[in-house]
């Protein structure tokens, strides 16, 4: 069930240029069941800026009641979030939306996680879970450059992880899908998060052939499926009536499911 | 709650707070929130003809104490918003203002007609003043004589009192408002959003794929109070008012304004639990203001304005 | 810095930040806090033939991320302007937008013809528009034809470049604008304040003793934005914007909406240093954006839309 | 001159119902020369109301650099001054206007303070001079009721004190006017802030045949004099063109000087 809570900060820190970690105590983190699924955020209170930010939840911790998130402080809304510190309060409406499907990996699975820039946070709750469960998780993420890194340890504690940089600072020079080509990573399932043309890309190669899970963005408004600020047009009716809203039927949909 | 109950045409309300259309879709998503029963009512999302799928996103974007939308009347169309989404919400009882839109007056008259049968739909909204379409529209909510047309033709169909939603884009809006009057309106219902846009410091593009869109929130109040306050004095239709509400101060600054009910819409964005906390917080407010009941309200700023005989009722 | 110098009809300036009519007096009292020499111009209050006490007070009230005044046109009268206000202004090397206005046609007229005159006028800006007096003024404001008029008139006697002010409370603003072309103007400046109005919770009364009163600030950027990227698509006159700039960023959007200058308002009150903090930011975030000159933002918004004549002057 | 600086918050604290004291240190308590002067507060930094808030100051500490302000929190702005904290800063433009002359006390005159509710505070600072000059002060302070009330002990370390409370429920009953009538307060000249009622009895009964000087309010845009918001008639003229801004003409004019 969606709640609206004034959860604690616990801690925030900053983990690489302009990306912050925040992590948040409160009741709702029980009702958090997916990996993928997101919070929307009044940041700065009552005086902030008026829309709530969506920010996915990059791991939960059920014992503690707490859930951490991992964000890019770049306009107003974030800037702010990024002020506070342990003891405040922030304002959480979550858990929104659907996450990536777990069970869709089936036994012998090879599992790969996809992350571009600030779509990689989500991929960390998926890979815990899937390598609790057992499976094999490879993660390849993609950043900007050297210091937009962030998490790669954490990565690497479950399993290989390749690191891209658009720039070439740091891992392999290029793209994520630069990296599966070049590695030759082999895979059954793919679950990814990132900006739109890498999710193409990715649709593009292997959409047809592989299990194939996205996670999308949109501006969003309610972000509960209220106000149809973030819809998509529906893969099999690509131009008619037919709808997904990214807030409440996503933001993960699988490929070939809407249209990108 | 005795002090908050209200009745204007066609509606007999518990309290006189509604989520304002487009802002609350058919009141499905926040029905999983918060027991719908306790609203005085609900605008429910425009219903065209036909199903339209809307403007491309992006559709919104924020602005300073505002938001702009292009959402381009996005509806599963007449027939599914009667059998699926009416027939839904008849499990509450809440009654059913329905926003009605469309390009061609026909489409607006068949819209009216059916969508007006149906057993909870108390009143229509007629929207004359979405600035997200751009066919035909614009000329209904700018041209006195469009808008007293189009009114006079749904009336004409209609079997629930016709409430007229006014644009703000306009020179003179009392001379809107007193044309849907002669037209035979029942009510009226503004403000809906201004015209805005805004544009990306990296791209220099508009942000919204519409390019321009409606502005709404806080930002656009002292707007929709001027008019409000005007029209009131003009035309004895009630007035349902709304933009920037956002609480129960707002509330009453509305009443004062001159309006009967009010309307609350990108709040539920800010707060999805925003109208039921108003009108928890109404009555409280009321008292503290020396008021026995909200319709005393009404109009206080006119000042040494008669007060019309409709305020009265 | 040469990456900020425009050169728009009778003005030749440093930078295109100029403090907007009525929100920096005369410029006596910012003289105290920085040298005026900073500015790329100043526009002046509004200057009346006669000397105007203007309205009761209220004068101002706040709102959600704005604010409503109700001045009235206070000013000490076009004699007084002359002998001591812009007589005063020589000792800066800033040229001068001289805001006219008026009640009638003849006032506006007689205003302008002499104050052109003045040695540092450099361009007039006709006050078409302001919300805040009662006689007259509104026809000049939302009538295209009364419009055009008064602005040919004015341009028959004046001894410098006219831009005219046009106010955003209007149906069609491409209309206006094309009016006030028509009748000769060599540049807009837009856009004056929305109307609104403010009621008092405890007293039920507007909190402006004139009741409404012109929106301001924050606010209303997303109208301003719109209007002039609409305007400046269809007409090919030069446009000063305004309309809640606070920011070097604003500055920007406002260019690529369509602007070829920029005019600061209600941010002085908010931040009396505003003015030279913006002129100081914007070369660094034009190089950040990667711009050799600030004109080469004019119109970035425009996306397929041919590009005018003037804008590339 | 007139200077903005963020200054910081060395003390803040209530000291009665709704009413604050706030201390602030900066660079500008250096030209602050007058009792009776203002500054123009930015309350909750950039995400704020929009609009300063006019505080008069109601002491100054040269030595420490730090002065005093009193308020009442009523609305957005005071709400959100009165939640900050020592260390925070506060952005301050000021100081502004023209305060108290206390010039005008010549040798062996009375002198009478009279202050109703949040215009009590900057005759603090007045008094302090006064008394240090070496006149004898009086002081006549009116409240809505007792929970209202305060400072009443520092200003009795100054001078005579009477406290009238509207509700009768602490010190008179009844107004400021009626205390120097029932009990024969006698003054040679008279400083006064308050709400523009009392201010106008004032004027009426002493404007005469003493010397009396008021404080005024108006709601405010710029603070320095260039908006014209807050102007007031001038008494010879008053329904003509001439005025003085209350902001920087005033706040304290001399009784007769503008039209109440
Ligand atoms: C489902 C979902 C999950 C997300 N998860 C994360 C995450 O884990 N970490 C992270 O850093 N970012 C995430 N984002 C992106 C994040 O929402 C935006 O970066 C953020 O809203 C920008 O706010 P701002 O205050 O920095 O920018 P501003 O420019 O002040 O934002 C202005 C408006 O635009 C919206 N907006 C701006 N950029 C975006 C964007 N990229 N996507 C959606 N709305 C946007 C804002 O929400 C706001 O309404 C996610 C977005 C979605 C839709
Ligand atoms: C020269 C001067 C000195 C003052 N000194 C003090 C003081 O020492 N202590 C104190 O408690 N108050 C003082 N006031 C009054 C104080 O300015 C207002 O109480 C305060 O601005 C209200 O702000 P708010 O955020 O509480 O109210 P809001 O209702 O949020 O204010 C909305 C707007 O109205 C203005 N406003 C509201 N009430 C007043 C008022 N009474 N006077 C002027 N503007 C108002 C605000 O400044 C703001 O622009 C003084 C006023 C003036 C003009
Ligand atoms: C996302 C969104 C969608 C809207 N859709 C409609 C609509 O379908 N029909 C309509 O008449 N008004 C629509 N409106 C306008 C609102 O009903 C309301 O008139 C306006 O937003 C002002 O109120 P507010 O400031 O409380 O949002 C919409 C507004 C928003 C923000
Ligand atoms: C207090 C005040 C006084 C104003 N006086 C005038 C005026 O005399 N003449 C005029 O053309 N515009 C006047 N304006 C309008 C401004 O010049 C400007 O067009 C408007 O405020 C929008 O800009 P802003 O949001 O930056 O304030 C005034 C605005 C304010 C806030
Ligand atoms: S954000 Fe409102 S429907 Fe998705
Ligand atoms: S407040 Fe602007 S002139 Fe006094």
Known sequence: MIKQELCTVVSQSQIAKDIYELTLSGELVREMNEPGQFVHLKT???????????????????????????????????????????????????????????????????VLLVGGGIGVPPLYELSKRLTAAGFTVTHILGFQNKEAVFYEEYFNSLGETYIATADGSYGTAGFVTDVIANEGVKFDILYACGPTPMLRALETSYGKNKKVYLSLEERMGCGIGACFACVCHTADDPTGYTYKKVCSDGPVFKAGEVVL | MKSL???????????????????????????????????????????????????????????TAGMLNAIGLQNPGLDRVLNEE????????????????????????????????????????????????????????????????????????????????LSPNVTNIVEMAKAVEDGGADGLTMINTLLGMRLDLKTAQPILANKSGGLSGPAIKPVAIRMIHEVSQHVSLPIIGMGGVQSAEDVIEYFYAGASAVAVGTANFVDPFVCPKIIEELPVLLQELGFDHISECTGRSWGKHEKLAYHRA
Not at chain 2, 37 to 50: D, P, S, V, Y
Request: charged share 20%; proline share 7%; hydrophobic share 35%.
């Open chain 2, 86 to 165: 009416l027939t839904w919400l008849e499990q509450f009882d809440v009654p059913i203002i329905a926003n009605v839109a469309g390009s061609l007056e026909e489409d607006y008259v068949e819209v009216a007609k059916e969508i007006s049968k149906a057993k909870n739909v108390h009143a229509l909204e007629l929207n004359i003043s979405c600035p997200n379409v751009k066919t035909g529209g614009i000329a209904f909510g700018t041209i006195p004589e469009v808008a007293k047309n189009l009114t006079k033709k749904v009336k004409e169909v209609s079997e629930v009192p016709v409430y007229v939603k």
């Open chain 2, 5 to 63: 109950e209200i009745s204007l045409p066609g509606l007999s309300l518990k309290n006189p707070i509604m989520p304002a259309s487009g802002c609350f879709g058919f009141g499905r998503e926040y029905s999983g929130l918060y027991d719908l029963n306790q609203l005085g009512a609900i605008m429910i999302k425009a219903t065209t003809l036909e199903p339209r799928f809307g403007n491309p996103t992006p559709r919104v974007a924020e602005t």
């Open chain 1, 44 to 110: 700065g209170g009552e005086f902030g800026p008026l829309l709530r930010r969506p920010i996915s939840i990059s791991s939960i911790s059920k014992d503690t009641s707490e859930f951490t998130m991992i964000y890019r402080a770049e306009g107003k809304g974030t800037k702010l979030l990024s002020e506070s510190s342990s003891g405040d309060f922030v304002d959480v409406l979550g858990p929104l939306g659907n996450g990536f499907p777990v069970e869709a990996s089936e036994q012998g699975d090879t």
